[in-house]
């Protein structure tokens, strides 16, 4: 028996296919959610780069902790899942792009594939690409991370852990050109087919095409909005550069796709791996942070046309940035019961990953030593023999910046540190956002319904409190 996840810090879900996206090609995660349980409103705690609190590792919830707590990692892990699995004689190995900053000595053994990027890298060599090949090599038994093969009875828990799209993101060519015909529709007039084949050619030859795709296109919008002062005429020349930011911005936006489905083509090949297994394999799919190229409220035209920069609502939990990827499915020719493209609309969180890994792993160990589980998630096992997973009244989320977010299944409330302090709530920055009408956090109501702020915020001053 064995667990075979695969995680990203980063991969968007509205440009999966899967997620309702219609024109990106993500033919391996739309088999994954065919195979097996696709849960639609999965929202990541803590959005950003994982580090080793994060609750994929700890089992533990990783915003509101103290400070004090989350720097004694040698104290939190005594009790970590994954080493009570390692004392159980599971094997438990990490395989990442780049292992620093992640838990090694929670495993067996860790390894990082390293890997190479940009327009001319070679496609197997790309750092998704060594992750998944090296996976591959481990789960067909064809290669050992410093230890002795695994016994075919013997649970194990392999780990694959990726960037996802890294910032600035730059695919090989064949996949930086792969959506860049969409240009002909985004450019208006008839120039559009012409300016999106001069982009195509130029990858060859034009440094400067790169330098374009890598800039930062925020603050590119923020001088073509000074361009649109109404002080002084607007010139020719001007217009141009006033366009260029949102053909900026929508060249990035293809071209992140474009990484998009490399990730996709490495997810598939794992795929087929684990199906053509001769073992008992349950693959987790997860993501830790989203993006957004301009749906939410931050990036709409205001009455000039001129397009805001971000500032401080840039870094609201807003949902493209926390509603994530997680996908499961379970392989093997005896599993009976399996429940094949299951969807599911209960809230769930990263913490709740641990607790079905860990009552999966327990599954196979003699005496099930581990069915009451140590971890302060909810296993997700049930979704796939068809069951609905009780899932959470609300889910509860921590910005990087210190923002705090939490939703229920009609609402979503994003709020500064200070509505946590009842001296301070009133003059708090809060916005509400119904769900799921408002699917990009556009239309903030928290004006019109005092009484349902007022509830969330009672419910995330509880949480804090650890009363919930």
């Not at 000074?226 to 001007?238: A, F, I």
Request: a negative charge.
């Amino acid at each position: 028996m064995k667990a075979v996840v695969l995680t990203f810090d980063r991969l968007p879900t509205h440009l999966l296919g899967c997620y309702g996206n219609e024109w990106t090609e993500t033919p391996g995660f739309d088999r994954l959610a065919a195979l097996g349980s696709v849960f639609d409103q999965h929202f990541a705690e803590v959005p950003g780069p994982v580090g080793p609190n994060h609750s994929w590792w700890t089992g533990q919830f990783e915003y509101f902790s103290a400070p004090e707590k989350k720097d004694k990692t040698s104290n939190q892990t005594a009790q970590n899942w994954i080493q009570k699995l390692v004392r159980d004689g599971v094997k438990c190995k990490l395989l990442a792009e780049n292992t620093e900053g992640l838990p090694t000595e929670l495993f067996n053994s860790s390894e990082a594939v390293g890997g190479v990027t940009g327009l001319n890298a070679a496609h197997d060599d790309v750092p998704i690409a060594r992750l998944v090949q090296r996976g591959i090599e481990i789960l067909k038994n064809r290669g050992s991370v410093a230890e002795s093969p695994v016994e075919e009875s013997q649970p194990e828990l392999i780990w694959l852990h990726s960037a996802g799209v890294p910032s600035p993101w730059l695919p090989p060519r064949l996949f930086a050109e792969l959506y860049l015909d969409e240009l002909e529709e985004i450019v208006d007039g008839e120039s559009g087919r012409d300016i999106a084949s001069d982009i195509v050619g130029q990858f060859e030859n034009d440094p400067d095409l790169v330098r374009l795709l890598l800039s930062d296109w925020r603050r590119e919008a923020e001088a073509c909005a000074d361009l649109k002062d109404d002080s002084r005429p607007t010139t020719e020349s001007d217009a141009e550069e006033i366009e260029s930011p949102e053909l900026e911005r929508q060249i990035s936006r293809l071209v992140f796709a474009g990484y998009v489905s490399m990730i996709d083509r490495w997810l598939l090949k794992l795929l087929e791996a684990v199906e053509t297994c001769d073992d008992h394999i349950l693959l987790v799919v997860s993501t830790n942070q989203g993006h957004s190229f301009g749906e939410t409220v931050d990036l709409v035209p205001d009455a000039r046309g001129a397009v805001a920069s971000g500032g401080d609502d840039q870094r609201m939990l807003h949902d493209s940035e926390v509603r994530t990827p997680l996908l499961m499915a379970e392989f093997s020719d005896s599993a009976d019961g399996q429940e094949f493209g299951s969807r599911h609309a209960a809230l769930v969180q990263p913490v709740d990953l641990a607790a079905t890994l860990e009552e999966w792993i327990a599954r196979g160990l003699a005496g099930n030593s581990l069915l009451q589980t140590t971890s302060a998630g909810a296993s997700l096992l049930t979704a796939l023999k068809g069951g609905t997973p009780k899932g959470r009244t609300t889910a509860f989320s921590l910005g990087a910046d210190g923002q705090l977010g939490v939703r229920n299944r009609n609402w979503a409330l994003a709020a500064s540190t200070n509505a946590f302090d009842e001296d301070d709530s009133a003059e708090a920055d809060i916005q509400l956002f119904a769900k799921p009408d408002d699917q990009w956090d556009i239309h903030d109501v928290s004006s019109q319904y005092r009484e349902e702020v007022g509830s969330l915020l009672d419910s995330l001053r509880r949480f804090r409190c650890g009363t919930r």
